[in-house]
Nanobody, 124 residues
Framework: QVQLVESGGGLVQAGDSLRLSCAASGRTFSAYAMGWFRQAPGKEREFVTT????????RYADSVKGRFTISRDNAKNTVYLQMNSLKPEDTAIYYC?????????????????WGQGTQVTVSS
């Protein structure tokens, strides 16, 4: 079992930056690929980015490529999402998720454990 707790969300203006954190507890953090997903009001949850167990591989949604950066610190059991040049369309609840070690997938069903989410609101 893995418990995930996101933090760092908030209300910002377009063009600003935010860094989200996701702290994990429970089983060995480095055993899992970690992903970030988001869900806007009235929309389905969508993939944002993912990172492999030791950070050697990452994947990004086209909509955030070049603006968002995922990283992890296995010593601190934490994954981060640095979000720059934020846009109003980035407004959503952001969730971190832990998936199997062999996978850095882009689908929510590929992730087993989920946090409760943190709200990010970007005003124009």
């Amino acid at each position: 079992q893995v418990q995930l707790v996101e933090s760092g969300g908030g209300l910002v203006q377009a063009g600003d930056s935010l860094r989200l954190s996701c702290a994990a507890s429970g089983r060995t953090f480095s055993a899992y690929a970690m992903g970030w997903f988001r869900q806007a009001p009235g929309k389905e949850r969508e993939f944002v980015t993912t990172i492999s167990r030791y950070g050697g591989s990452t994947r990004y949604a086209d909509s955030v490529k070049g603006r968002f950066t995922i990283s992890r610190d296995n010593a601190k059991n934490t994954v981060y999402l640095q979000m720059n040049s934020l846009k109003p369309e980035d407004t959503a609840i952001y969730y971190c998720a832990a998936g199997s070690a062999t996978n850095i997938g882009t689908h929510s069903y590929e992730y087993t454990y989920w946090g409760q989410g943190t709200q990010v609101t970007v005003s124009s």
